[in-house]
């Protein structure tokens, strides 16, 4: 039962352009949305996260946007960099932080 | 460093051998999460361990896996008899608590049934 989906297992950017990874769910109790970014044979490091009061929420070069209506949502980052060429995952999870949903992952590469 | 520990980072086994996985979670942190990751696919949950509680085990096999997080130490993955499908990659994270939501994750243990 794949309640976080990630339908697009690969993406490919210039640098310097606007890279947009893109998330659904299915579940309507998820509170809370993150993003993750793995390097090969490294574990995932923490992006930036979301809570489902807001409708966005930026840092820096990233900036997460959260459709509640459309259970959906969405990574963005500009400028990309090389350095930003990763598997990009995004996970869900409720407020009582149980469990983390994770979807299959996205992976980013950004051209020079 | 004060990260996510975890090893061994790479353990080779045979069918039927016992593999135990080790984490120690990041100073402070009280809970343990558990996830596999099998190739080319997503991060699957396995186990959530406080301090000598199993809290949620949902994602864990009902047969050969066992978790633990003693009040001292740091938390084991075991897996009993293993077989050439439990070959994967297993990621221990930290969390300080219920107030945040961000996981901190090791490097990983990658397990190759031979």
């Known amino acids: 039962d794949q309640q976080v989906k990630q339908n697009s297992p690969s993406l490919s950017v210039q640098e310097g352009r606007i890279s947009i990874l893109n998330c659904d769910y299915t579940?309507?109790?998820?509170?809370?949305f993150l993003w993750y970014k793995k390097y090969p044979a490294e574990g995932p490091t923490f992006l930036i996260s979301i809570s489902s009061i807001k409708d966005k929420n930026e840092d820096g070069r990233f900036t997460v946007f959260l459709n509640k209506s459309a259970k959906h949502l969405s990574l963005h980052i500009v400028p990309s960099q090389p350095g930003d060429s990763a598997v990009y995952f995004c996970a869900a999870t409720s407020y009582n932080f149980n469990k983390f949903y994770f979807g299959s992952g996205t992976k980013l590469n950004v051209k020079p | 460093n004060a990260g996510v520990m975890q090893n061994p980072r790479h353990l080779v086994r045979r069918r039927g051998q016992e593999a135990r996985l080790r984490c120690s979670p990041m100073?402070?942190?009280?809970?343990v999460y558990w996830y596999r990751q099998l190739p080319e696919e997503g991060l699957k949950f396995m186990v959530y361990l406080q301090k000598e509680n199993i809290i949620d085990e949902s994602g864990m096999p009902k047969e050969r896996f066992s978790a633990e997080f003693p009040k001292e130490g740091p938390s084991i993955l075991r897996i009993q008899q293993v077989v050439r499908g439990d070959s994967a990659a297993y990621f221990c994270a930290s969390s300080p608590g219920q107030a945040t939501g961000e996981l901190f994750f090791g490097e990983g243990s990658r397990l190759t049934v031979l």
């Open positions: 579940n309507s109790m998820f509170d809370y």
């Open positions: 100073k402070g942190h009280s809970h």
